[in-house]
């Protein structure tokens, strides 16, 4: 399993020595395990190179993940929408233990707009839709993320637990989250929570630029929109609560 995960958000490619260093495993052991997995399929090995990449099986296994797939075939068309209303970067994420990773991308119509996010993992206090999920979080995992070192990305990342807790507070009093060059510095975000049947906070829609056009100024207007989405996004997942601001 450490080997596969190796491949996350790393190198397409990774050769045996590397791989060895990478989970510190003696290269003899690290050659057989890779045998193991180019034979059951979930690794191949580029014969120009003799590298290895993740094998066929993998896709096929992240296609039985139905329940993602689900989310994304009922939010698709609001996401489109949202990417409409707003001229921006539209993502759909969720929580993957204890970070947040992008499940769905909709890129600006503009010449300068994001890299592709989906698939990456980020941690919670740093990104508009890793605060959104945050805040919903019971109070004992809320206190338990908050209580381990937060790592700090830009200047302006909050890294202290007292100030992330209050910033949580108003996440739930203003029903958005917002991320102002704290994962990468000259890039903003709102992001609000999506509900399941249950009421459950299952998911984060956003919006993210550049801070030349996602400005200040701005940030209630699109939090306002990206509001308005996630509401009906849970309305379609059978949510019949409200999510307004208070919510919790």
């Avoid at 202290?160 to 029903?175: K, S, W």
Wanted: aromatic share 4%; net charge neutral; proline share 5%.
């Amino acid at each position: 399993m450490r080997l596969l995960k190796a491949f996350d958000n790393g190198p397409a490619e990774l050769g045996v020595m590397e791989l060895s260093r990478r989970v510190s495993l003696h290269k003899s052991t690290v050659s057989r395990l890779l045998a193991t997995l180019e034979h059951e399929g979930l690794l191949e090995r580029i014969p120009e190179t003799d590298k290895y990449r993740l094998g066929f099986l993998l896709v096929r296994l992240a296609g039985q993940v139905t329940h993602f797939s689900d989310l994304r075939s009922i939010a698709q068309p609001l996401l489109i929408e949202l990417r409409e209303r707003s001229g921006e970067t539209i993502h759909l994420a969720v929580l993957d233990g204890d970070e947040v990773v992008n499940i769905e991308q909709l890129s600006a119509p503009h010449l300068v707009r994001e890299a592709n996010w989906v698939g990456r993992r980020t941690p919670l206090h740093c990104v508009a839709n890793g605060k959104a999920l945050l805040a919903y979080l019971p109070p004992s995992t809320i206190a338990r993320l908050l209580a381990a070192p937060l790592p700090r990305y830009t200047e302006h990342t909050l890294t202290d637990p007292t100030v992330l807790q209050d910033e949580l507070t108003l996440i739930r009093e203003r029903g958005y989250a917002q991320a102002i060059g704290e994962i990468e510095a000259g890039l903003n975000a709102v992001a609000a929570p999506i509900h399941n049947a249950n009421g459950d906070v299952v998911a984060a829609v956003s919006i993210s630029g550049p801070a030349y056009r996602v400005t200040s100024e701005r940030l209630s207007e699109f939090g306002a929109l990206v509001c308005a989405t996630a509401q009906r996004i849970s309305a379609r997942l059978g949510f019949v609560g409200t999510s307004q601001p208070g919510r919790t």
